[in-house]
């Protein structure tokens, strides 16, 4: 049962670490919003899709989680399947790239969406670039996240 | 299609006319007045200051109401149907007639009676309440609290909060007082010994000849004194009793002040609305003129008009009178024109995703219809599910056909989305995403039908779509050189347009044929043809790059670096594999909403409950964070790798003079 152990804390380390990250950076990017908004009530609307941005990250280590357990037979109630150790640690291995530059990622993209953020309180027409900012940052959230995509589906159980 | 031709117009009127040109000049929302006056003029448009000396002075008012009455006033029009156009239509000479008779001037003594009335309550009030607070610590206090605040012939006293822990040493002290005990007394609030750190209320009363010396002690022993207000005189009960039957006073007060305010705002505000959008144009009407040079008796006013709408401004302002001649030339090469893109219906929607980088130049290329096509690609390959697309595409139908006023700018907005949902349906159709994996997880009916539309499999063969992904981004760059070629081509520069673009063309391109024909996907002599492309295409970039070096070792160094810049297009293509990552991240989120819709339909009796409330709510959630995935990751690639090849904007955008129409629909 070791390879099942090592499987599933992959997943977990996928949809936590990815999912800390974009709390984090969710979190600051809402503290620059909310600064934002006290001044100018009606920038509710542009600060919100800013903030949201670094929140995909999380989303993406629950994909990759999703797709272990779904891989693993333990959703659906028909039972897990055999694991080795070596495949086990096949699968935790695919979850690192996400887990890791997930988890980074979105707390450097929320520090980008923050001052974006501030861009727009200055420069409310600027909008299309304050947004092109993060999403630079998010590049290497989805090159992972189509990493460890590739490597689970490379890797063969059951 | 591209950039709109523009003419500049020079308009000589007589001043007796200047208000109806100014009108008509804004009425037809297509002048951008350019500044012509200078500081020795100012003094001959004085007139035109100070018709809008006089109007900015009914704007303080109209700003300073809506300020103030605003936010106690409840809008019958809901934000959101208010964004879709849903607001009073008024005319101009409506708002002019509504203007006349509105007495502004009364409206906001009104209203600064009712806020000053209200300000002053709010004072009381507080000071009521911390009034109120400080007798209910002084209950134990049985005298008149006018001998504190007041103090009689002989005696006075003092309040003041100390430490439970120091109420032993303060007696201690006031006892070795030898004058203390005989004339004057302590009274101590009752206190809970063990709480050592809690603050006690103690109040001391003493003869007047050894004040100094009390305070003395007061101030060693920690004792802070807590001034009572002078008002207080009676005892700590009937002063509360006084203090409350205010509070409840002024509070019904305060009640009805906001009541009235209320009132004033229900009332005024529909008014002060209308009249803020009316002098915020007729500002923006006169600081336009303003730019104008003039003489004693004539103005000269000169501005861009796109070159199509030239004979109907023109007829527009001629109706006005005879004294009027307007000139329209062809803008001169050294002149830098404002930029006005237009494009048909089809493109239009696209306009603001470039407005949204930067506006082109105005001789400059109009990248809107050549970024276009790819884009509304890339969103449908990103959203890529049938089902989100025919809800976006229904929501959108639906918005449509119940809001018949929303403005221009908004209704091409809401038409980009609605044309990408066509490409999300036919992605989704082709990858066999319908809600993620709702037709295998729930009607299995349809399995045969979505199989034999599949073109693509992303789940089981994503190798296949990142090629495709690969493959397009390919495609979108070496467009993209193409244009700058063109681009430079235009303008004479040959040299530089092979060095710089067609010869990148020619070793990507070829590069491309080589891999793909060496893995056998293509016929053999497609290789050679690859083969050689990529060689010529490298031969110049080298040779490009050693241009203008004289050192002849300087330049092999240069050709090698200019090689190396291949590894940018490298980075370009791969950031690419986007499309199929996105795609892949909406299918998989819907096919997690499915499956634990299908876990909590297990539950017994409220399961099948759950599961619907799982579903749709999970679905609309993957909807809304999908499309700001799909909308964004598009659009970098048009930014950064797309136009990174050629394009840069910096025009300055076509801003019109236009009615204000913040609050209401205005028309002329």
Same mark, same amino acid.
């Given at each position: 049962?070791?390879?099942?152990?090592?499987?599933?804390?992959?997943?977990?380390? =996928?949809?936590?670490?990815?999912?800390?990250?974009?709390?984090?950076?969710?979190?600051?990017?809402?503290?620059?919003?909310?600064?934002?908004?006290?001044?100018?009530?009606?920038?509710?609307?542009?600060?919100?899709?800013?903030? =949201?941005?670094?929140?995909?990250?999380?989303?993406?280590?629950?994909?990759?989680?999703?797709?272990?357990?779904?891989?693993?037979?333990?959703?659906?109630?028909?039972?897990?399947?055999?694991?080795?150790?070596?495949?086990?640690?096949?699968?935790?291995?695919?979850?690192?790239?996400?887990?890791?530059?997930?988890?980074?990622? =979105?707390?450097?993209?929320?520090?980008?969406?923050?001052?974006?953020?501030?861009?727009?309180?200055?420069?409310?027409?600027?909008?299309?670039?304050?947004?092109?900012?993060?999403?630079?940052?998010?590049?290497?959230?989805?090159?992972?996240?189509?990493?460890?995509?590739?490597?689970?589906?490379?890797?063969?159980?059951? | 299609?591209?950039?709109?031709?523009? *003419?500049?117009?020079?308009?000589?009127?007589?001043?007796?006319?200047?208000?109806?040109?100014?009108?008509?000049?804004?009425?037809?929302?297509?002048?951008?007045?350019?500044?012509?006056?200078?500081?020795?003029?100012?003094?001959?448009?004085?007139?035109?200051?100070?018709?809008?000396?006089?109007?900015?002075?009914?704007?303080?008012?109209?700003?300073?109401?809506?300020?103030?009455?605003?936010?106690?006033?409840?809008?019958?029009?809901?934000?959101?149907?208010?964004? /879709? !156009?849903?607001?009073?239509?008024?005319? @101009?000479?409506?708002?002019?007639?509504?203007?006349?008779?509105?007495?502004?001037?009364?409206? %906001?003594?009104?209203?600064?009676?009712?806020?000053?009335?209200?300000?002053?309550?709010?004072?009381?009030?507080?000071?009521?309440?911390?009034?109120?607070?400080?007798?209910?610590?002084?209950?134990?206090?049985?005298?008149?609290?006018?001998?504190?605040?007041?103090?009689?012939?002989?005696?006075?006293?003092?309040?003041?909060?100390?430490?439970?822990?120091?109420?032993?040493?303060? *007696?201690?002290?006031?006892?070795?007082?030898?004058?203390?005990?005989?004339?004057?007394? /302590?009274?101590?609030?009752?206190?809970?010994?063990?709480?050592?750190?809690?603050?006690?209320?103690? +109040?001391?009363?003493?003869?007047?000849?050894?004040?100094?010396?009390?305070?003395?002690?007061?101030?060693?022993?920690?004792?802070?004194?807590?001034?009572?207000?002078?008002?207080?005189?009676?005892?700590?009960?009937?002063? *509360?009793?006084?203090?409350?039957?205010?509070?409840?006073?002024?509070?019904?007060?305060?009640?009805?002040?906001?009541?009235?305010? +209320?009132?004033?705002?229900?009332?005024?505000?529909?008014?002060?609305?209308?009249?803020?959008?009316?002098?915020?144009?007729?500002?923006?009407?006169?600081?336009?003129?303003?730019?104008?040079?003039?003489?004693? %008796?004539?103005?000269?006013? *000169?501005?861009?008009?796109?070159?199509?709408?030239?004979?109907?401004?023109?007829?527009?302002?001629?109706?006005?009178?005879?004294?009027?001649?307007?000139?329209?030339?062809?803008?001169?090469?050294?002149?830098?024109?404002?930029?006005?893109?237009?494009?048909?219906?089809?493109?239009?929607?696209?306009?603001?995703?470039?407005?949204?980088?930067?506006? &082109?130049?105005?001789?400059?290329?109009?990248?809107?219809?050549?970024? +276009?096509?790819?884009?509304?690609?890339?969103?449908?390959?990103?959203?890529?599910?049938?089902?989100?697309?025919?809800?976006?595409? !229904?929501?959108?139908?639906?918005?449509?056909?119940?809001?018949?006023?929303?403005?221009?700018?908004?209704?091409?907005?809401?038409?980009?989305?609605?044309? %990408?949902?066509?490409?999300?349906?036919?992605?989704?159709?082709?990858?066999?995403?319908?809600?993620?994996?709702?037709?295998?997880?729930?009607?299995?009916?349809?399995?045969?039908?979505?199989?034999? /539309? @599949?073109?693509?499999?992303? @789940?089981?063969?994503? @190798?296949?779509?990142?090629?495709?992904?690969?493959?397009?981004?390919?495609?979108?760059?070496?467009?993209?050189?193409?244009?700058?070629?063109?681009?430079?081509?235009?303008?004479?520069?040959?040299?530089?347009?092979?060095?710089?673009?067609?010869?990148?063309?020619?070793?990507?391109?070829?590069?491309?044929?080589? !891999?793909?024909?060496?893995?056998?996907?293509?016929?053999?002599?497609?290789?050679?043809?690859?083969?050689?492309?990529?060689?010529?295409?490298?031969?110049?970039?080298?040779?490009?790059?050693?241009?203008?070096?004289?050192?002849?070792?300087?330049?092999?160094?240069?050709?090698?670096?200019?090689?190396?810049?291949?590894?940018?297009?490298?980075?370009?293509?791969?950031?690419?594999?986007?499309?199929?990552?996105?795609?892949?991240?909406?299918?998989?989120?819907?096919?997690?909403?499915?499956?634990?819709?299908?876990?909590?339909?297990?539950? &017994?009796?409220?399961?099948?409950?759950?599961?619907?409330?799982?579903?749709?709510?999970?679905?609309?959630?993957?909807?809304?964070?999908?499309?700001?995935?799909?909308?964004?990751?598009?659009?970098? /690639?048009?930014?950064?790798?797309?136009?990174?090849?050629?394009?840069?904007?910096? !025009?300055?955008?076509?801003?019109?003079?236009?009615?204000?129409?913040?609050?209401?629909?205005?028309?002329?």
């Amino acid at each position: 049962m070791l390879g099942l152990s090592l499987a599933l804390f992959g997943a977990a380390l =996928a949809a936590a670490l990815a999912g800390i990250g974009s709390a984090i950076g969710i979190g600051v990017a809402g503290g620059a919003a909310a600064g934002v908004m006290t001044e100018d009530p009606n920038k509710f609307g542009s600060c919100l899709i800013l903030q =949201a941005l670094p929140g995909t990250q999380g989303i993406y280590g629950l994909l990759i989680a999703f797709f272990v357990l779904n891989k693993l037979g333990l959703l659906g109630g028909a039972g897990a399947v055999a694991l080795d150790w070596n495949q086990g640690l096949q699968i935790l291995a695919s979850c690192l790239p996400i887990a890791v530059v997930g988890w980074y990622s =979105a707390i450097w993209q929320g520090k980008t969406s923050a001052a974006s953020i501030q861009m727009i309180s200055k420069k409310p027409e600027a909008m299309g670039k304050a947004i092109i900012l993060p999403a630079m940052v998010e590049t290497y959230a989805v090159l992972a996240l189509l990493t460890s995509i590739l490597m689970l589906m490379g890797v063969q159980v059951g | 299609m591209g950039v709109a031709r523009l *003419k500049k117009a020079e308009l000589y009127y007589h001043k007796s006319v200047h208000e109806k040109i100014a009108a008509a000049l804004q009425e037809t929302g297509a002048c951008q007045i350019i500044t012509t006056s200078s500081e020795e003029n100012q003094q001959k448009i004085s007139d035109v200051e100070a018709l809008i000396a006089s109007i900015d002075e009914k704007l303080a008012d109209v700003r300073y109401l809506n300020r103030t009455l605003t936010p106690h006033y409840v809008d019958p029009i809901p934000s959101l149907d208010r964004m /879709l !156009g849903e607001r009073p239509e008024v005319t @101009m000479s409506e708002l002019e007639e509504l203007a006349s008779k509105t007495d502004l001037k009364k409206i %906001c003594d009104n209203t600064r009676a009712v806020e000053h009335e209200t300000g002053e309550v709010r004072l009381k009030l507080s000071e009521a309440r911390l009034n109120s607070s400080i007798l209910s610590a002084l209950e134990f206090f049985d005298y008149p609290l006018s001998v504190i605040t007041e103090g009689t012939r002989t005696l006075t006293g003092l309040i003041g909060t100390l430490k439970a822990e120091n109420v032993s040493g303060f *007696k201690a002290a006031l006892g070795e007082f030898s004058k203390f005990a005989q004339d004057s007394e /302590l009274i101590i609030a009752p206190f809970d010994e063990k709480d050592k750190a809690s603050e006690i209320y103690a +109040a001391v009363i003493y003869s007047r000849n050894i004040e100094a010396e009390i305070r003395e002690t007061c101030a060693k022993n920690g004792l802070s004194i807590v001034e009572i207000p002078a008002n207080l005189t009676g005892t700590p009960a009937e002063e *509360k009793e006084k203090v409350t039957a205010s509070i409840s006073e002024l509070e019904a007060k305060e009640t009805e002040l906001s009541a009235k305010i +209320a009132a004033l705002a229900e009332e005024n505000v529909p008014t002060v609305q209308k009249l803020s959008d009316y002098y915020n144009s007729l500002s923006a009407r006169y600081n336009g003129t303003a730019k104008s040079d003039a003489t004693e %008796c004539t103005m000269l006013t *000169k501005f861009w008009l796109p070159a199509n709408k030239a004979d109907e401004i023109k007829t527009k302002i001629e109706e006005i009178g005879p004294d009027i001649e307007l000139v329209l030339n062809d803008p001169a090469p050294d002149e830098e024109p404002p930029s006005l893109l237009n494009n048909g219906n089809y493109v239009r929607p696209f306009n603001i995703l470039t407005e949204l980088y930067s506006s &082109p130049t105005y001789r400059g290329i109009d990248p809107t219809p050549l970024l +276009a096509p790819f884009f509304w690609i890339f969103f449908g390959m990103c959203l890529g599910d049938a089902g989100y697309a025919l809800v976006v595409f !229904g929501t959108i139908l639906y918005v449509f056909k119940k809001y018949k006023k929303i403005g221009t700018g908004v209704k091409d907005f809401i038409r980009l989305f609605l044309f %990408c949902s066509v490409s999300t349906f036919i992605y989704g159709v082709i990858s066999g995403s319908f809600f993620g994996n709702f037709i295998d997880s729930f009607v299995p009916v349809l399995i045969p039908l979505k199989n034999s /539309l @599949m073109l693509v499999d992303p @789940m089981t063969n994503p @190798m296949q779509v990142l090629g495709i992904s690969l493959l397009l981004g390919v495609i979108h760059l070496m467009f993209g050189l193409l244009i700058a070629a063109y681009d430079k081509l235009r303008h004479g520069e040959f040299i530089d347009a092979l060095g710089e673009n067609i010869s990148w063309f020619l070793l990507i391109v070829g590069l491309c044929l080589f !891999g793909v024909g060496l893995g056998g996907m293509l016929p053999p002599h497609f290789t050679q043809i690859g083969q050689a492309m990529a060689i010529l295409g490298a031969v110049i970039i080298f040779i490009y790059a050693g241009k203008g070096e004289p050192n002849y070792f300087k330049k092999i160094i240069n050709g090698f670096l200019a090689l190396y810049g291949s590894t940018s297009y490298l980075g370009d293509i791969l950031s690419y594999s986007r499309l199929l990552a996105l795609g892949f991240g909406s299918a998989v989120i819907g096919m997690v909403i499915n499956l634990l819709g299908g876990l909590a339909a297990d539950i &017994p009796y409220i399961g099948w409950l759950i599961a619907v409330v799982v579903i749709i709510g999970g679905h609309i959630f993957s909807i809304a964070i999908n499309i700001l995935g799909s909308f964004v990751h598009p659009l970098r /690639l048009q930014y950064v790798e797309f136009f990174g090849k050629f394009y840069t904007g910096g !025009g300055e955008p076509f801003t019109p003079l236009t009615l204000s129409q913040e609050f209401v629909n205005v028309k002329a």
